[in-house]
């Protein structure tokens, strides 16, 4: 299950260690609510190699500033605190598997 990313908790999720990856997300968001579902997935699949989690963009203004979101659906990638590489919109699962693949190998 993705871990739910806020304001709040963002700096114990770091002090893991793993690489991170965050969907900036919206309820109101309709491409939001067709990736929910592969967000989830692929937090099951990568469980314990990479931190997969949500944002609530509405609900945490300082994430939402820090990382410059314009746009929802947002996924970021990061790796020792760094943003590696991020996707804007919907995509498929693959993209994001991708993604994720070459996070771990980066």
């Given at each position: 299950?993705?871990?739910?990313?806020?304001?709040?908790?963002?700096?114990?999720?770091?002090?893991?260690?793993?690489?991170?990856?965050?969907?900036?997300?919206?309820?109101?968001?309709?491409?939001?609510?067709?990736?929910a579902p592969i967000i989830e997935e692929l937090a099951?699949e990568y469980e314990g190699r990479v931190i997969i989690?949500?944002?609530?963009?509405?609900?945490?203004?300082?994430?939402?500033?820090?990382?410059?979101?314009?746009?929802?659906?947002?996924?970021?990638?990061?790796?020792?605190?760094?943003?590696?590489?991020?996707?804007?919109?919907?995509?498929?699962?693959?993209?994001?598997?991708?993604?994720?693949?070459?996070l771990l190998n980066a």
């Open positions: 299950m993705e871990k739910i990313i806020t304001d709040a908790n963002i700096a114990e999720i770091e002090a893991a260690g793993l690489p991170i990856v965050i969907d900036f997300s919206a309820t109101w968001c309709g491409p939001c609510k067709k990736i099951e989690g949500k944002c609530d963009v509405d609900d945490n203004v300082e994430l939402t500033s820090r990382f410059g979101i314009r746009s929802v659906p947002s996924v970021f990638f990061l790796k020792n605190g760094q943003i590696v590489d991020k996707s804007v919109g919907a995509a498929p699962k693959q993209t994001f598997v991708e993604k994720i693949e070459a």
